[in-house]
């Protein structure tokens, strides 16, 4: 899967109306801002927040939450 970056920069995520950014494992479209992941099926963007997966950004771990 090719994209262009114009087409990157048309979409938005449909929660925030923020920038999204390509994820290839899994394939999909990502928005750091509400953490959801939105998969990519047969090439075709599924962009409904019912069905989109948590994810977080890479490199942003900071902060071990192990006091409990
Ligand atoms: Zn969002």
Redesign the pocket.
Same mark, same amino acid.
Not at 13 to 18: I, M, N, Q
């Given at each position: 899967m090719s994209l262009d970056a114009s087409l990157l920069s048309v979409l938005a *995520?449909? /929660? *925030? /109306?923020?920038p $999204?950014q390509v994820v290839t494992t899994p394939e999909g479209f990502a *928005?750091?801002? *509400?953490q $959801?992941l939105y998969k990519t099926d047969d090439d075709i963007p599924n962009f409904l927040i019912d069905e989109a997966l948590p994810w977080k950004a890479k490199g942003t771990s900071n902060g071990s939450s192990s006091s409990h």
């Open positions: *995520c449909p /929660k *925030c /109306k923020g $999204l *928005c750091s801002q *509400c $959801l």
